[in-house]
């Protein structure tokens, strides 16, 4: 019995196209988000993360997303829209990753990714 050790997105024999596949699919299904209004809990989590009014709203991953990028992006939507869109992207990247390492074949992983995307 041969056992084959492979990282589950290396680039040999095409290993990485569901994980590539998925990220498109995540960043491209989210793409209207980059002209479309904020809703009211976006402006209101980076209105705190900016001092602007009280109260810290949110779980504590949301408290620490804003409290790490209101320094770099400030109100700027578009710049914080964008790390959205790559952290949601990286996520089903992440999911096609774990389906590798529980045994999923190829296109089932591409399919648990492309499910996470939706």
Same mark, same amino acid.
């Given at each position: 019995m041969?056992?084959t050790s492979?990282?589950?997105?290396?680039?040999?024999?095409?290993a990485?196209?569901? %994980?590539?596949?998925?990220f498109a699919?995540? /960043?491209c %299904?989210?793409l209207?988000?980059? %002209?479309?209004?904020?809703?009211?809990s976006?402006?209101?989590?980076l209105?705190?993360?900016?001092g602007?009014e009280?109260?810290?709203? %949110?779980?504590?991953?949301?408290?620490?997303?804003?409290?790490?990028?209101?320094?770099?992006?400030?109100?700027n939507?578009?710049a914080?829209?964008?790390?959205r869109?790559g952290?949601?992207?990286?996520?089903?990247?992440? /999911? /096609?990753?774990?389906?590798?390492?529980?045994?999923?074949?190829?296109?089932?992983?591409?399919?648990?990714?492309l /499910?996470?995307?939706?």
């Amino acid at each position: 019995m041969q056992t084959t050790s492979r990282h589950p997105l290396s680039l040999r024999d095409g290993a990485a196209l569901p %994980g590539l596949i998925a990220f498109a699919a995540a /960043v491209c %299904g989210r793409l209207p988000a980059l %002209g479309a209004w904020w809703s009211g809990s976006d402006w209101s989590r980076l209105a705190a993360a900016a001092g602007l009014e009280g109260g810290a709203p %949110g779980w504590p991953l949301e408290r620490l997303y804003w409290a790490l990028t209101w320094p770099l992006f400030g109100l700027n939507a578009d710049a914080h829209a964008f790390i959205r869109l790559g952290l949601h992207g990286l996520a089903a990247v992440l /999911v /096609v990753a774990i389906g590798a390492r529980a045994g999923l074949g190829r296109r089932r992983r591409t399919l648990a990714g492309l /499910v996470w995307a939706v």
